[in-house]
């Protein structure tokens, strides 16, 4: 069983820069691969950024593309999520997850442990 716990969400100004991280614990972290999803108010959630296990292999969803950066430092058990030039369209709970193998995703039914996530506003 895998515990995962986001930090870094708060309320920023359009423009600002955010880094959210999620701290991992119960498994072998670099056997994951990571996921960041968000999940804004009337909406469904749906995939930002995710990472093979060993780091290598990175995805983005488009509307992200060139603004965040997703990385992971397997030695401290822990994922990143670098958020630039942030936009009211970005508000959202920001969940993270950890899939079972380390192959890199987007499909959030492939997700088998989930945060209980951390709230990102961005005001215009």
């Known amino acids: 069983q895998v515990q995962l716990v986001e930090s870094g969400g708060g309320l920023v100004q359009a423009g600002d820069s955010l880094r959210l991280s999620c701290a991992a614990s119960?498994?072998?972290?670099?056997?994951?691969?990571m996921g960041w999803f968000r999940q804004a108010p009337g909406k469904e959630r749906e995939s930002v950024a995710a990472i093979s296990g060993s780091g290598g292999a990175t995805r983005y969803a488009e509307s992200v593309k060139g603004r965040f950066t997703i990385s992971r430092d397997n030695a401290k058990n822990t994922v990143y999520l670098q958020m630039n030039s942030l936009n009211s369209g970005d508000t959202a709970v920001y969940y993270c997850?950890?899939?079972?193998?380390?192959?890199?995703?987007?499909?959030?039914?492939?997700?088998?442990?989930w945060g209980q996530g951390t709230v990102v506003t961005v005001s215009a």
């Open positions: 997850a950890a899939r079972k193998v380390p192959f890199v995703t987007v499909a959030t039914r492939s997700y088998d442990y």
């Open positions: 119960g498994g072998t972290f670099s056997n994951y691969a």
